[in-house]
């Protein structure tokens, strides 16, 4: 068999391995891990719950529905996801769990299935709004890494040990946090790495806490190649012989040392961004990988099969899309197109008006719990009604029993108004170049809804401010401002906002 190796200079090397030689030590094992981030973000209008119609989805009523049919329902079905590691975001998680039972049961089989057969799951928790972490206040983080890893809990029966953080958005305090709460691994971009590393293997990264976490790095060229170019996965045989195998670290191999080539990329592109690639995913595990000598491997099975020995500094904070740190949701930055100004303008609004409700909540919601940040990370349970209002209130309000009811209401909208207010940095808002887009304006209408609850929970009128600083977010494109978008959301109910100044 004839295998093509990268040596560790970088150079290719072509070396035929006899198959019949019974001398020297047997060549190091190859695994491959196909890692598929799963996600879309909240597209519900806030007030009404529903999802407005998207006419780009045509013929489908909007692209959940549109994705559902090319990439989630058919590697469901077809066993995909029992073979690969993923995270299944939250948000689309709990639209899968109410449109469509049966893909969003068969995703979870998966894991259990995993389970059953190694002894550890698959499936990866996300951070839970796709939040760019580095760029949320402490309270934030915890709140966020809390929610994913609740909602993991829930959704699977078992804790989760890997956590997928939204753009690989990266900084040690996260990473900490993370640790904190058991996550044992996350997956990174090997630019993300300060120090030198070879991304066939595991790394351990020492957090300030005196704890660490394990961090696995995907083969940029391999998954940049799935992700991006069409003619690299047209065939799952050519792209084991041709592509793979000249990943592997030949020294190791020679070594009978074990090493792992990553393939991470957004799910979606498996069916969706790409047609059919559903059924190349299906080629390269079944067919494809096994035939050229690669085993195909999730992250927590080798993970115990070969942990971490060696230690790795990271660039913080860092992503895997953007090579500014994390300007490209802060500040904005080269890698999109036009005046970027704009996401600092509206960073900096959503950041005012959520100091401004945290200020609130604090001192409101201050009055009925004992530990208004505790009750807050234990609230999507109750959100979501995984948890009993008694048992709620039984566990956070201040010496334990229920406040009257005024009160109880009132804590109940501030805790919902901080629910919303974590949707308005929903990473997405800020991913691409135009200001005008839904996802921005998604991101301007979650923030509407916290105006909304704080305004009647206290009658603070948060809005002014925001729009005065939304005043300030021009989109360059076509000159709107977030002061527009604001303006232009769906009317609602008199009462549940402030009169708007005309
Ligand atoms: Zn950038």
New binding site residues.
């Given amino acids: 068999m004839t295998l093509l190796f990268t040596s560790e200079s970088g150079y290719m090397l072509e070396q035929t391995i006899s198959e019949d030689s019974q001398s020297g030590p047997q060549p190091g094992p190859a695994y491959l891990c196909l890692y598929g981030h799963f996600y879309q973000p909240p597209r519900e209008e806030p007030f009404t719950g529903t999802l407005p119609p998207e006419p780009g989805a045509t013929p489908f009523a909007n692209y959940n529905e549109k994705i559902t049919a090319e990439c989630y329902r058919p590697n469901a079905e077809v066993g995909n996801f029992a073979h690969i590691s993923f995270d299944l975001g939250p948000t689309l998680a709990s639209w899968l769990e109410q449109t469509h039972p049966d893909v969003y049961r068969q995703i979870i089989d998966a894991d259990h299935q995993h389970r059953m057969r190694y002894g550890v799951g698959n499936a990866l928790a996300q951070a839970y709004n796709h939040t760019i972490l580095p760029l949320a206040t402490t309270h934030d983080k915890q709140t966020q890494i809390i929610w994913g890893l609740n909602d993991f809990r829930h959704r699977y029966g078992h804790a989760a040990h890997g956590m997928w953080l939204a753009e690989t958005a990266v900084d040690l305090e996260s990473l900490d946090i993370m640790a904190r709460h058991g996550v044992t691994y996350t997956v990174l971009a090997p630019w993300q790495a300060a120090t030198p590393i070879d991304p066939t293997e595991p790394y351990l990264v020492r957090l300030p806490g005196g704890r660490s976490i394990t961090v696995f790095f995907y083969n940029a060229p391999l998954s940049g190649g799935v992700s991006f170019d069409w003619d690299t996965t047209s065939n799952a045989d050519l792209f084991a012989a041709s592509y793979l195998s000249g990943h592997l670290v030949a020294s190791k191999r020679e070594a009978g040392k074990a090493q792992l080539l990553l393939i991470a990329t957004d799910g979606e592109l498996y069916g969706h961004h790409k047609p059919w690639r559903d059924q190349f995913l299906t080629h390269l595990i079944h067919s494809g990988a096994p035939s050229y000598g690669f085993e195909i491997c999730t992250l927590e099975r080798y993970l115990q099969l070969h942990p971490a020995t060696k230690e790795v500094k990271l660039r913080v904070p860092s992503a895997w899309?953007?090579?500014?740190?994390?300007?490209?949701w802060d500040t904005?930055?080269?890698?999109?197109e036009g005046d970027s100004s704009w996401k600092g303008h509206l960073r900096h609004a959503l950041n005012n008006l959520a100091t401004r409700g945290d200020r609130l909540f604090e001192q409101y919601a201050g009055a009925t719990l004992n530990d208004p940040w505790a009750a807050r990370d234990a609230y999507l349970e109750l959100h979501n009604g995984w948890m009993t209002p008694e048992h709620f209130w039984q566990q956070f309000a201040k010496e334990g029993h229920l406040p009257e009811q005024a009160l109880a209401k009132g804590t109940l909208q501030l805790l919902e108004a901080q629910y919303y207010q974590q949707c308005s940095f929903t990473s997405c808002g800020f991913f691409f170049e135009n200001l005008d887009r839904i996802e921005p304006r998604n991101d301007i209408a979650f923030a509407r809804r916290a105006i909304s609850l704080y305004w009647q929970a206290t009658g603070f009128n948060l809005q002014q401010g925001f729009l005065t600083d939304l005043q300030q977010v021009k989109g360059w494109r076509t000159g709107v401002t977030g002061a527009e978008l604001y303006r232009q959301l769906p009317r609602v109910q008199q009462g549940l906002l402030p009169p708007l100044a005309r």
């Fill in positions: 899309s953007c090579s500014h740190g994390v300007a490209r904005g930055c080269e890698c999109t």
